[in-house]
């Protein structure tokens, strides 16, 4: 996703984002999900409109965008796009720190569930023939099914989207990592209960990391803290429970894989922190801004227009 590409766009980084309403209104428990590959910015004139804003939905969805971001200028009233899309379009920037006018962000699945709702007709005739190569699957579970737009196969869908090769091989991870435990004659215990603990077990283990590190109450955090450990000891535990005597390296295997998990966890909490310190401080310094315009004429009869400036920060 590289968030870190996005969070240096100069019409971010001058900005002081309210984290907390952008990750409601992307839809994404971490910061670090939105990246260039699933955000766009548009102008607040396209969504404001509703024909171009259905031709900007049609793109966004083709393209498997989440966001859409709208820079208004600072002399443009945002009244309008605000009544023209009421609970869609939200404004991200704290107004109290915002001296470059206001940055808004709809949720592209929202604004599909807005035009579907307001002219299911016009949004039809707009996405009549989209390719859904790259739609999420709860995007498509929206689209009427009567809607003529080019419905793929799961597997081709899964093979066109960038994160298939990771799905896949963290798939066959899971699925193999209790493989080599049958080749220790210590252990004594069921490959396949060991095999359904670690499958159950990856899903509350990914919420509760999420949980215990960014919920934003404490009984949450504490409830997730316990689930984490939980979820992530139980496979170590049957191990071990069902087992003895096992050789010194297969005690140094399980103790680099539990080094390499946390490992991983504190670089993604490491890396959301400071995402979401870069996105509540405007960087001022970062804005590009230009010196005046200096314009040379010719003494000939034609005329040749110089233009300088210079980035500062």
């Given amino acids: 996703m590289s968030p870190e590409t996005l969070a240096a766009d100069p019409r971010i980084v001058s900005r ?13 428990r971490r910061i670090a999900e939105l990246g260039p590959r699933n955000t766009r910015f548009v102008a607040p004139g396209v969504l ?9 939905l049609r793109d966004a969805l083709e393209d498997g965008i989440r966001m859409l971001f709208a820079e208004a200028d600072p002399a443009w009233d945002d009244a309008p796009l605000t009544a023209a899309l009421p609970g869609i379009a939200h404004r991200l920037d704290d107004p109290a720190a915002s001296e470059r006018g206001a940055l808004y962000g709809a949720n592209a699945l929202e604004l599909l569930r807005h035009t579907l709702a307001s002219d299911p007709d016009a949004t039809a005739r707009a996405l009549r023939g989209m390719s859904t190569r790259h739609v999420p699957q709860e995007t498509m579970r929206m689209l009427p099914a009567e809607l003529p737009v080019q419905r793929l196969h799961p597997l081709r869908r899964l093979a066109g989207d960038p994160r298939g090769p990771v ?35 990856a899903i509350p283990y990914t919420w509760g990391v999420l949980a215990m590190l960014f919920a934003p109450r404490r009984s949450i955090r504490a409830l997730a ?9 139980a496979p170590y535990v049957y191990f071990w429970l069902n087992g003895r005597d096992y050789p010194p390296f297969v005690v140094a295997v399980i103790a680099v894989l539990t080094v390499c998990s946390i490992s991983i966890e504190v670089v993604k909490y490491v890396q959301e922190r400071l995402l979401r310190r870069r996105y509540r401080s405007a960087l001022v310094a970062a804005t590009v801004r230009m010196t005046p315009v200096r314009i040379t004429q010719a003494p000939e009869a034609s005329q040749t227009t110089t233009v300088q400036g210079s980035a500062i920060g």
């Fill in 16 to 28: 002081a984002l309210r984290t907390d309403e952008l990750l409601e209104v992307a839809g994404v």
């Fill in 167 to 201: 799905y896949l091989a963290v798939g066959i991870y899971s699925a193999l990592r209790a493989l080599p435990v049958a080749f220790l004659p210590q252990f004594h215990g069921s490959l396949l209960v060991l095999w359904l603990i670690d499958i159950l077990t």
């Fill in 225 to 233: 803290t316990l689930t984490t450990i939980a979820t992530f000891t």
């Fill in 48 to 56: 404001r409109h509703p024909a171009s804003r259905l031709s900007i």
